[in-house]
T-cell receptor
Framework: NAGVTQTPKFQVLKTGQSMTLQCAQDMNHEYMSWYRQDPGMGLRLIHYSVGAGITDQGEVPNGYNVSRSTTEDFPLRLLSAAPSQTSVYFC???????????FGPGTRLTVT | AQKVTQAQTEISVVEKEDVTLDCVYE???????LFWYKQPPSGELVFLIRRNSFDEQNEISGRYSWNFQKSTSSFNFTITASQVVDSAVYFC?????????????FGQGTELSVKP
């Protein structure tokens, strides 16, 4: 079991570029989510999904899109990168909304 | 509103000391879940424990123990005989039944430094 995997580990983007952060899990978890971690702001929920084909916004969704075409994958797309999106991004998965979430290793994104 | 407060920003101890990390939460819901996560210097978030609001039994796992008290809305974490490998940032988190989409509300974290 690889658990939750994220790629890339590090990424530098220029303002206005787009990219996709990949997230996959092999635990057959229905629930997946994306958080960003910023100094002084803690971890904040960006988007989440309670199953394949179902996604919804978290508390900081602007500038990000997600899709969930399979149970395993939950990519996060940055549409037009901005310096304010410089952060560490964590993907997580869980059996369901009330269960513990297992986090991936994170992606450190810098937007210049 | 839901909130998690970890008043201790940084704690420094010497190896083999016992240390308690405090967590106080606020929620109006009667059904909720509490969690502790560890974030070592390598950066990943490691799940430690999950406790639901109807189970006030204390939990012990090796050198780790957790004290859940609904009367004081606290869910404290104690490390007995601390080791250098315990050095990390520890987060307490709350998931209320009515929280949007399984959102975890995290405290600001307590950075624990264990010196040899």
């Amino acid at each position: 079991n690889a658990g939750v995997t994220q790629t890339p580990k590090f990424q530098v983007l220029k303002t206005g570029q787009s990219m996709t952060l990949q997230c996959a899990q092999d635990m057959n978890h229905e629930y997946m989510s994306w958080y960003r971690q910023d100094p002084g702001m803690g971890l904040r929920l960006i988007h989440y999904s309670v199953g394949a084909g179902i996604t919804d916004q978290g508390e900081v969704p602007n500038g990000y899109n997600v899709s969930r075409s399979t149970t395993e994958d939950f990519p996060l797309r940055l549409l037009s990168a901005a310096p304010s999106q410089t952060s560490v991004y964590f993907c997580a998965s869980a059996l369901g909304t009330d269960y513990e979430q297992y986090f991936g290793p994170g992606t450190r994104l810098t937007v210049t | 509103a839901q909130k998690v407060t970890q008043a201790q920003t940084e704690i420094s101890v010497v190896e083999k000391e016992d240390v308690t990390l405090d967590c106080v939460y606020e929620t109006r819901d009667t059904t909720y879940y509490l969690f502790w996560y560890k974030q070592p210097p390598s950066g990943e978030l490691v799940f430690l424990i999950r406790r639901n609001s109807f189970d006030e039994q204390n939990e012990i796992s090796g050198r780790y123990s957790w004290n859940f008290q609904k009367s004081t809305s606290s869910f404290n974490f104690t490390i007995t005989a601390s080791q250098v490998v315990d050095s990390a940032v520890y987060f307490c988190a709350l998931r209320s039944l009515y929280n949007q989409g399984g959102k975890l509300i995290f405290g600001q974290g307590t950075e624990l430094s264990v010196k040899p």
